[in-house]
């Protein structure tokens, strides 16, 4: 069954950090771009980081500096360690992987089910 497997979520105070994981179970998922996407009520879904198949990454602009992308095609897990958080960063976080141009939602083949993260402030 193809499927992007989100772990890691949850309450967190400001300026502290969580690690965001996700597995996937995917033909060939260590030739596809995997990364994070996130929503916060009301808003649209975001583009936080992406990594390619050979190790590009691509961040948006709110997390620069704070959020660091890695993956391990040996397990076909890919990783986000956020730091630094802000309440600003509170949304659902998606798991999302694919073949072209991935940072645009509308080119994501595959999504996970979502993890929460919160932040307080």
């Known amino acids: 069954q193809v499927q992007l497997v989100e772990s890691g979520g949850g309450l967190v105070e400001a300026g502290g950090s969580l690690r965001l994981s996700c597995a996937a179970s995917?033909?060939?998922?260590?030739?596809?771009?995997m990364g994070w996407f996130r929503q916060a009520p009301g808003k649209q879904r975001e583009l936080v980081a992406l990594?390619?198949?050979?190790?590009?990454?691509k961040y948006g602009d709110s997390v620069k500096g704070r959020f660091a992308i890695s993956r391990d095609n040996a397990k076909n897990t890919v990783y986000m360690q956020m730091s630094s958080l802000k309440p600003d960063d509170t949304a659902v976080y998606y798991c999302a992987a694919g073949a072209v141009r991935t940072e645009i939602p509308d080119n994501v083949s595959y999504w996970g089910q979502g993890t929460r993260v919160t932040v307080s402030s």
């Open positions: 995917i033909p060939s998922a260590h030739t596809y771009s």
């Open positions: 990594i390619t198949f050979d190790g590009i990454r």
